[in-house]
């Protein structure tokens, strides 16, 4: 079994989580936000649909801007978050998928203006910043979902909303 293989059926798991949970943001509340300071509702969903590709993207290469991109514009509605997420994390199944051991052990320099503000094993990358950073954002999409009545579904377990052993 190839070093990725165990991350990707992780990021398969969590993927479909995630995606269950980005299936309830409410369009007519996508500008809605916790506070002045945080990001919005539709911004957030937004951000977790970038980073599935962003991130796999930016490790095929040995050092990557982090200044660079950025999440682009807020889509309108929330099916369209859904599909861009889709269309992501098929995208990062793909090229996660084409990296051999070698690769996924070599250190990865994220940079800005040439300057290195973190280095980590690629694999370390992954674990770190696709998937415990979306896991992350996913807990505070659920919070802002809680806040405007939203049903929860099942993360980790049973939800009050979602309990199927009551």
């Known amino acids: 079994m190839r070093a990725i293989d165990p ?3 992780e990021f398969d798991q969590e993927s479909m989580t995630t995606r269950r949970l980005l299936e309830r ?3 007519e509340k996508m500008d809605w936000r916790p506070h002045p300071k ?3 509702l539709g911004e957030l969903a ?4 970038v980073s599935q590709k962003r991130v796999p993207a930016a490790i095929q290469t040995p050092t990557y801007d ?3 991109g950025g ?3 807020v889509p309108a509605n929330a099916a369209d978050i ?3 997420f889709d269309a992501n994390v098929a995208e990062a199944k793909r090229l996660l998928g084409g990296m051999n051991d070698e690769d996924l052990m070599s250190v990865w320099e994220g940079q800005v203006g040439g300057r290195t503000v973190f280095s980590a094993p690629k694999a370390g990358v992954v674990r770190g910043i696709l998937l415990n950073h979306t896991i992350h954002h996913r807990g505070q999409l659920s919070t802002y979902l809680r806040q405007i009545g939203v049903a929860l579904p099942s993360i980790y377990g049973p939800t009050a909303d979602e309990n199927p052993f009551a």
Do not use: N
């Open 38 to 40: 945080a990001r919005s």
């Open 82 to 84: 859904v599909k861009a």
């Open 66 to 68: 982090l200044a660079s």
């Open 71 to 73: 999440d682009g514009a």
């Open 7 to 9: 991350m990707l059926m």
């Open 46 to 49: 937004h951000h977790i649909a």
């Open 25 to 27: 943001v409410p369009t």
